[in-house]
């Protein structure tokens, strides 16, 4: 870490953020859910969907691309369905609305789906898959994006990095939160490393001949205007099994647009208005058996496979969830770290929504 790195103490940047999208025109209540969602990142060593991203928020809803007040449209329901229309509000606060939803019809019938159009960013898929955990629900949680991931055997960025996310409970002190996206990478780490004009790994992206490319500021810049793609999960082309990440891929980005009826793949665009779409899904597990054994057993599972052989030169084996509890616990003491461009970009909002009672340490 830089020698520019400051930390800023957690409840100082979360009440800082809620600021910021009230200062922007969010509701009070909205605005909380979003500096809840971006802090639980942060929280999370999430780095590059947390703080980092207020800015492009801020940007966007001063531009008009993101209206700050969210007005949800329920435009079909059924006892365990409902299809939302988020009026091209804040992803973060329909998707909260959402998985609220679902988990209050999974209360009372087992399952509950809800699928949302016309929405924007989200922000980390995890958050809503812990609400449903907290419940002793199963959480799924999933978004199209802005379409970066090219198909097996193609250069074109087609599909967004479109995270296909499980939450499970377990008898443990952290849940089984598998959180990421279906491409090797996602533009966040890219924007994490072009902060400090870092070369990113071999093998993430390929540019337009289909070569591996590691420049992150190019890449950024070519990705915009689909000279340069993200890798789905598996790699370039079959041998490492590319075809199986850009399959879930394609789940992914189905589940999100055809069920709320939204656009697709390259009509994901800044013109047409980014109209994001998500789906979520909880499933209460006490109406298939008691919740005590789901979770012991889905706590076993994780033991077990922590302690199972580890590798040559490895002291752990992880199961997901794990380093992000861990993280948590570390950022809770030490305050979020923020680097230079990020120090800057704080100082910008707060000098232009003059939240001159906000004194930071730079
Ligand atoms: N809103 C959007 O459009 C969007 C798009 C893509 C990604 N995202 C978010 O970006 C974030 C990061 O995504 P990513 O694809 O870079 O994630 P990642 O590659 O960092 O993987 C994170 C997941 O892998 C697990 N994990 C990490 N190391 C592990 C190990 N050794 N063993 C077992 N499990 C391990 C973690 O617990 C976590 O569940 C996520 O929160 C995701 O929701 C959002």
Redesign the pocket.
């Known amino acids: 870490m830089g020698d520019d790195v400051v930390h800023l103490k957690v409840e100082i940047l979360q009440d800082f953020m809620r600021d910021v999208f009230i200062g922007l025109g969010a509701p009070e209540e909205d605005a909380k859910i979003c500096a809840d969602v971006l802090i639980a990142?942060d929280l999370r060593g999430?780095t590059?969907?947390g703080v980092q991203r207020l800015k492009m928020y801020y940007d966007r809803i001063k531009l008009g691309l993101i209206n700050p007040e969210t007005n949800i449209t329920i435009v079909k329901e059924s006892p365990t369905t409902a299809t939302f229309d988020a009026g091209h509000g804040l992803g973060h606060v329909v998707s909260y609305r959402a998985m609220e939803l679902a988990i209050k019809k999974a209360e009372e019938y087992g399952t509950g789906a809800v699928a949302v159009g016309n929405s924007t960013?989200?922000?980390?898929?995890?958050y809503y898959l812990i609400m449903a955990c907290k419940k002793g629900m199963i959480g799924l949680s999933i978004?199209n994006?802005r379409p970066s991931i090219a198909p097996t055997f193609g250069i074109e960025p087609m599909m967004?990095?479109?995270?296909l996310?499980f939450g499970m409970p377990t008898d443990e002190e952290f849940d089984f939160?598998?959180?990421?996206?279906t491409?090797i990478?996602?533009r966040?780490?890219i924007e994490v490393f072009s902060r400090t004009e870092t070369p990113i790994p071999e093998g993430w992206v390929i540019d337009k001949d289909g070569k591996l490319a590691t420049d992150p500021v190019e890449i950024l810049k070519q990705l915009k205007d689909g000279t340069a793609a993200l890798l789905p999960l598996g790699g370039a082309g079959e041998i490492t099994g590319g075809h199986k990440g850009y399959g879930y891929s394609v789940i992914v980005e189905m589940l999100s647009s055809a069920l709320s009826g939204g656009p697709f793949l390259k009509d994901l665009t800044l013109d047409k208005g980014w109209k994001i779409g998500h789906f979520f899904l909880a499933i209460d597990v006490s109406k298939f058996i008691s919740v005590d054994i789901f979770k012991k057993i889905t706590g076993d599972i994780c033991r077990t496979l922590r302690n199972s052989k580890k590798a040559p030169d490895q002291e752990r084996?992880?199961?997901?969830?794990?380093?992000?509890y861990e993280m948590e616990q570390k950022i809770a003491k030490t305050g979020v770290p923020l680097n230079k461009s990020l120090q800057n970009d704080l100082l910008t909002m707060k000098k232009e929504l003059g939240l001159e009672q906000y004194k930071f340490p730079f």
Do not use: V
Request: proline share 3%; with cysteine; glycine share 14%.
């Open positions: 990142s999430i590059s969907h960013h989200y922000g980390i898929a995890g978004t994006a967004g990095t479109n995270p996310t939160i598998l959180d990421c996206a491409s990478t996602q966040g780490k084996i992880y199961t997901a969830g794990e380093k992000e």
